[in-house]
């Protein structure tokens, strides 16, 4: 696997593509912590 640029964010499709894995794994898989990288919030709809 190619390392990322840990200074910037990285869009979900890359991450995703980088990864081998969906975009919807990838948003999951980060707000429930379970990867040992980044973070990702729930925004609460109106």
């Not at 593509?17 to 925004?43: H, P, T, V, W, Y």
Request: proline content about 4%.
């Amino acid at each position: 696997m190619n390392e990322l640029n840990v200074e910037r964010n990285v869009p979900i499709y890359d991450a995703a593509k980088e990864m081998g894995k969906s975009q919807q794994c990838i948003r999951i898989g980060l707000q429930r912590k379970l990867f040992d990288f980044g973070f990702a919030q729930k925004i609460p709809r109106k």
